[in-house]
């Protein structure tokens, strides 16, 4: 069994910054790609960013070149520096994992979410 822990949400004002964390724990072999998306309410959850295990980024359009994804593969651990941040980033945030897991299954992994809220 896996399981992913997200922290770090909260409420900040226009402008400011948050970071996320989300640790992995569990019968891990290996982790592969891990990610964050969100989901405001009454829309669908969508993409946020995501990073191989190399190290390799990509970004929704929407938070390019003021969030940034990074990971500490020694611990398991996926993060998001979200700076510069607006109201429409308001939305509970999700953490990805596609985690290899020591039985050889290879699965999908979701953290519980954690809300972030951004005041105008």
């Known amino acids: 069994q896996v399981q992913l822990v997200e922290s770090g949400g909260g409420l900040v004002q226009a402008g400011g910054s948050l970071r996320l964390s989300c640790a992995a724990s569990?019968?891990?072999?290996?982790?592969?790609?891990m990610g964050w998306y969100r989901q405001a309410p009454g829309t669908q959850r969508e993409f946020v960013a995501r990073i191989t295990s190399a190290g390799n980024p990509n970004y929704a359009d929407s938070v390019k070149a003021r969030f940034t994804i990074s990971r500490d593969n020694a611990k398991n651990t996926v993060y998001l520096e979200m700076n510069r941040l607006k109201p429409e980033d308001t939305a509970v945030y999700y953490c990805h994992a596609d985690v290899l897991a020591t039985t050889r299954s290879l699965t999908n992994y979701w953290g519980q979410g954690t809300q972030v809220t951004v005041s105008s």
């Open positions: 569990g019968s891990i072999f290996s982790i592969g790609d």
